[in-house]
């Protein structure tokens, strides 16, 4: 099975995640979103892989997040979806997807539940 690996490099889960995956000798392609972003077909797909709204998978400590006020509840999915696609870093990681199901590493061991 081919897995992808949503990873941001400078992250403690991140880097943690990929070594649990990589331990295992698990085949995976690793997508640095941040230098190759989304685009807004991946991102849908990808939130439906997760089962998640946009909502929840906003990081919610980050700059953009307050400076483009997104924790105003009236905004609706479209907006965050183009906040995300806008500025990548709105994602939560590390996020690994088969394709058809993903699970946010958050702990990085989480990654293994999709195995």
Same mark, same amino acid.
Request: proline content about 7%.
């Given at each position: 099975m081919a897995f992808t690996l949503y =990873?941001?490099?400078r992250c403690s889960k991140s880097r943690q995640?990929?070594?649990?995956l990589?331990?295992?000798d698990v085949s995976i392609t690793?997508?640095?979103?941040l230098d190759?972003?989304?685009?807004?077909?991946?991102l849908t797909a990808l939130l439906a892989a997760l089962g998640m709204t946009p909502r929840q998978l906003l990081r919610t400590g980050e700059d953009a997040y307050k400076e483009l006020e997104l924790a105003n509840p009236a905004l609706d999915d479209a907006? @965050?979806?183009?906040a995300m696609l806008? =500025?990548?870093? @709105?994602?939560?990681?590390?996020? @690994?997807s088969d394709g058809s199901k993903a699970v946010v590493g958050r702990p990085? *061991?989480?990654? @293994? *539940?999709l195995l």
């Amino acid at each position: 099975m081919a897995f992808t690996l949503y =990873h941001n490099p400078r992250c403690s889960k991140s880097r943690q995640a990929l070594e649990l995956l990589e331990t295992r000798d698990v085949s995976i392609t690793v997508r640095r979103y941040l230098d190759e972003p989304l685009d807004h077909q991946e991102l849908t797909a990808l939130l439906a892989a997760l089962g998640m709204t946009p909502r929840q998978l906003l990081r919610t400590g980050e700059d953009a997040y307050k400076e483009l006020e997104l924790a105003n509840p009236a905004l609706d999915d479209a907006t @965050l979806i183009q906040a995300m696609l806008d =500025h990548p870093r @709105l994602m939560e990681r590390p996020i @690994l997807s088969d394709g058809s199901k993903a699970v946010v590493g958050r702990p990085p *061991e989480r990654v @293994l *539940e999709l195995l």
